[in-house]
Each structure stands twice: as structure tokens, then as C-alpha cells.
């Protein structure tokens, strides 16, 4: 069984950063694309950034230039550095991950979520 698990969320002030990570484990033939994903309260949850096994990257328009996805193939885990943080960031974010647990088989996997709130 394959599980990602976040961690990284908490409270700041407007303008500060967080960092956030997220591990894939259990029986993995290979991570594909990684991405993170955030639902705000009384909104659908929305894709923020991706990044594929090559590390090619994508943003959603409001977070670029602020967010950085990276991460390390070796450790199947994905960061997402948040900076210049905002009111409107608020949200639980959660990881999710296409895996492979054979070379035929595998799917997205989702992480349980962890709440990011930026508030003065």
C-alpha cells in the first residue's frame, strides 16, 4: 500500500514563508508526476503547482513567482516553498502523487492535507 504523508502547514502573518513536504512510501515501482493541491473553505480543491519526474514545473497564475515545487527522486518527496504568503493562501494543501506500485499498475494517490493559514 502506497502512502504520502505532509507536513510543513501552521499559521503565519502576511508576507512571511512556509515550507511544505511530502514523502511517498509503501511498495513504489516509480513516482510520476507530483503535484500540491489547496481547498480553501466552501471551495473546490484547485491544482497550485506540479512537477514532473524530469522536473518540469507548472503554477497556477496566482502563486508564481511566490511558490517553488522541487523535488528529489531518490527520496520520492516533493517540497513546495511558499513565500510573500497571503491572506487568500489560506487553505488546507494537500500532495498528491501518480504512482506506480508495478510496472503495470498504480494510479493518483492522495495525502491526508495539511492546513496552511496566513492571518495578522
Known amino acids: 500500500q502506497v502512502q504520502l504523508v505532509e507536513s510543513g502547514g501552521g499559521l503565519v502573518q502576511p508576507g512571511e514563508s512556509l515550507s511544505l513536504s511530502c514523502a511517498a512510501s509503501?511498495?513504489?515501482?516509480?513516482?510520476?508526476?507530483m503535484a500540491w493541491y489547496r481547498q480553501a473553505p466552501g471551495e473546490e480543491r484547485k491544482l497550485v503547482a506540479s512537477i514532473t519526474a524530469g522536473g518540469a514545473t507548472k503554477y497556477v497564475d496566482s502563486v508564481n513567482g511566490r511558490f517553488t515545487i522541487s523535488r528529489d527522486n531518490s527520496k520520492n518527496t516533493v517540497w513546495l516553498q511558499m513565500n510573500g504568503l497571503k491572506p487568500e493562501d489560506t487553505a488546507v494543501y494537500y500532495c498528491n502523487a501518480n504512482i506506480a506500485t508495478t510496472m503495470f499498475e498504480g494510479g493518483p494517490v492522495w495525502g491526508r492535507g495539511t492546513q496552511v493559514t496566513v492571518s495578522s
Open positions: 509503501g511498495t513504489i515501482y516509480s513516482v510520476r508526476t
